[in-house]
């Protein structure tokens, strides 16, 4: 089983819709969780942190659920800008400091 | 401050053929980290390194060595490479969390290397 599995889509949405992700994670003693967003070609670069008790930063919203170890990000009035591969990412804190990264889920925003 | 850097950029080996990559970062971050990327697999750690002169094995170390000498490089080397090492190279650094478990440790990437070996 994948430590971090996500639906890799893609997720075609009309400008202004609203969005979400899903992502699992396997190993239970993880600890720490975040959204990177990576540009075709590009690297990947930090999105947000997930908090244990939910966070919000402007259109972005994310959930972390512990007791069924999982996480989401919500995408409000999508924009143009926001096409781009969305990266879930797991620091389970009995690995050291190792990261494991989900396959990405592929978001294109159409005018 | 540039942040995290890559050498090369692009490549292009033979089978067999040897190779050594760059990776440098200015934010005088304690961990560094190697990732290959391919279609389908995300990206998986190949060696990490919590400090100068220490290293450790990832996910996926076979084929691969490192070496952190200096608190801001980070080597990776491909001493016979195989086309199954075709793939693009991360390098990130991350700072050490203080009081305790590290918790919310930002990664920052390096531009990546496109390697191809024919």
């Known amino acids: 089983r994948k430590e971090v599995e996500q639906d890799p889509g893609p997720f075609n949405v009309p400008e202004g819709a609203t969005v979400a992700f899903n992502c699992t994670y396997s190993?239970?003693?993880?600890?720490?969780f975040f959204w990177y967003r990576q540009d075709c070609r590009k690297e990947p670069k930090l999105l947000m942190s997930v908090y244990s008790s939910g966070n919000e930063d402007g259109r972005f919203t994310a959930q972390l659920n512990r007791a069924s170890q999982y996480i989401s990000l919500l995408i409000r009035d999508s924009k143009l800008s926001d096409s781009a591969t969305y990266l879930c990412v797991v620091n389970p804190s009995d690995t050291g400091n190792q990261f494991y990264f989900g396959t990405g889920t592929s978001l294109t925003v159409i005018p | 401050n540039a942040g995290v850097t890559q050498t090369p950029k692009f490549r292009v080996l033979k089978t067999g053929q040897s190779m050594t990559l760059l990776c440098a970062q200015d934010?005088?971050?304690?961990?560094m980290y190697w990732y290959r990327q391919d279609p389908g697999m995300g990206l998986r750690l190949i060696h990490y390194?919590?400090?100068?002169?220490?290293?450790a094995k990832g996910e996926v170390p076979d084929g691969y060595n490192v070496s952190r000498l200096k608190k801001q490089n980070f080597l990776l080397g491909l001493e016979s490479a195989a086309p199954s090492q075709t793939s693009v190279y991360f390098c990130a650094s991350s700072y050490l969390a203080s009081g305790g478990p590290n918790y919310y440790n930002e990664q920052f990437f390096g531009p990546g290397t496109r390697l191809t070996v024919l």
């Open positions: 934010m005088n971050h304690e961990y």
């Open positions: 190993n239970s003693a993880s600890q720490s």
């Open positions: 390194s919590v400090g100068e002169g220490t290293t």
